[in-house]
């Protein structure tokens, strides 16, 4: 079993700053891609940003973060983070951790695996 745990969310004024962390746990062989989504009240799931936990490590981002938002990982930790600069009341919503691609030491099977998710609130 793999889980994905989030952290770092909260409360913070319009202008300021979070940083969010996902952990994946648990019998994992391999992950090829980790990231980021957000759900608002009343709106769909949307891609917030995503990085490769192999080579390079290419991310790509939603329009809407692109310039204030930088996700990195530690492929060691099989954690990745999630820097949120320049926050405005739009970037409210729980954010999701995902890793759609996740093979386990058990299986040759790929899972797609969804964290809990993380509350952040802007505050205007």
């Known amino acids: 079993q793999v889980q994905l745990v989030e952290s770092g969310g909260g409360l913070v004024q319009a202008g300021g700053s979070l940083r969010l962390s996902c952990v994946a746990s648990?019998?994992?062989?391999?992950?090829?891609?980790m990231g980021w989504y957000r759900q608002a009240p009343g709106k769909q799931r949307e891609l917030v940003a995503s990085?490769?936990?192999?080579?390079?490590?290419?991310?790509n981002y939603g329009d809407s973060v692109k310039g204030r938002f930088t996700i990195s990982r530690d492929i060691a930790k099989n954690t990745v983070y999630l820097q949120m600069n320049s926050l405005n009341p739009g970037d409210t919503a729980v954010y999701y951790c995902?890793?759609?691609?996740?093979?386990?030491?058990?299986?040759?099977?790929?899972?797609?695996?969804w964290g809990q998710g993380t509350l952040v609130t802007v505050s205007s």
């Open positions: 995902h890793a759609p691609a996740v093979r386990t030491t058990a299986s040759l099977t790929y899972f797609d695996i």
């Open positions: 990085i490769a936990m192999v080579g390079s490590g290419s991310t």
């Open positions: 648990g019998s994992i062989f391999s992950i090829n891609v």
